[in-house]
């Protein structure tokens, strides 16, 4: 069964303790993978996509790479606005473009 | 550029009624994909639609249904509304093929069902 899952649920960080998020999926052909960024009621909002082994991607304090089994994204000297829930989301070849599914996410809070 | 705008931002709704949803996908977008979203299950998959046909469902019972207009816009349907459907229903709009930006999310709709 396709499935996707993130790690840790939960993390909380000082300013500036860089770390990394864990996406870890199985599914049946990759087309690509996504990681959203989610403040409390609102909606995703878009970071990054990775189509293949090899690739990272990067965007102010955040780096996303991708291996053939799971995805990281690296935090680098966070500040207490990266608090927010990432979640990660895979779309599989076999399934239509809006057809993604998505790990429960990691809940990340950054302490001035 | 305006984002993607789903009405209403919170409904509650007594067991046994039904609901409609509506979402404005962003300007020129034709694909409009809806999920829930619940913190024992994370946002699962309901369905997608593309020029007013749905492409795909995900595994939800047939009370939830949606629709797509001519001009994008597209409403969901809970009929015969349950405890378990309170949720976050999120609508998500993309050009179609352009995966490399992702899928826009609106705020979302929070549905109280009591």
């Known amino acids: 069964e396709d499935q996707v899952t993130q790690s840790p649920e939960a993390l909380r960080l000082q300013e500036g303790e860089s770390s990394s998020l864990n996406c870890s999926y199985t599914v049946s052909g990759l087309r690509g993978l996504f990681w959203y960024r989610q403040d409390p009621g609102k909606g995703p909002e878009f970071l990054f996509t990775l189509y293949s082994a090899g690739e990272e991607k990067e965007k102010e304090r955040l780096k996303a790479t991708l291996t053939k089994k799971e995805s990281f994204l690296h935090i680098t000297a966070p500040k207490p606005e990266d608090s927010a829930t990432y979640l990660c989301a895979v779309r599989r070849i076999r399934g239509s473009q809006g057809n993604l599914i998505f790990g429960k996410g990691t809940k990340l809070s950054v302490k001035p | 550029k305006a984002g993607v705008t789903q009405t209403p931002r919170y409904l509650i709704k007594t067991r046994g009624q039904q609901v409609t949803l509506s979402c404005s996908p962003i300007s020129g977008h034709r694909s409009v994909s809806w999920y829930q979203q619940t913190p024992g299950q994370g946002l699962q998959f309901l369905f997608e639609?593309?020029?007013?046909?749905?492409?795909n469902k995900g595994n939800f019972p047939g009370r939830f249904s949606g629709r797509q207009f001519s001009n994008s816009r597209s409403e969901m349907n809970v009929s015969t509304l349950e405890l378990g459907d309170s949720a976050l229903y999120l609508c998500?709009?993309?050009?179609?093929?352009?995966?490399?930006?992702?899928?826009?999310f609106g705020s979302g709709t929070r549905l109280t069902v009591v």
């Open positions: 639609y593309f020029s007013e046909t749905q492409r």
């Open positions: 998500a709009s993309s050009l179609a093929g352009q995966g490399e930006t992702g899928y826009t």
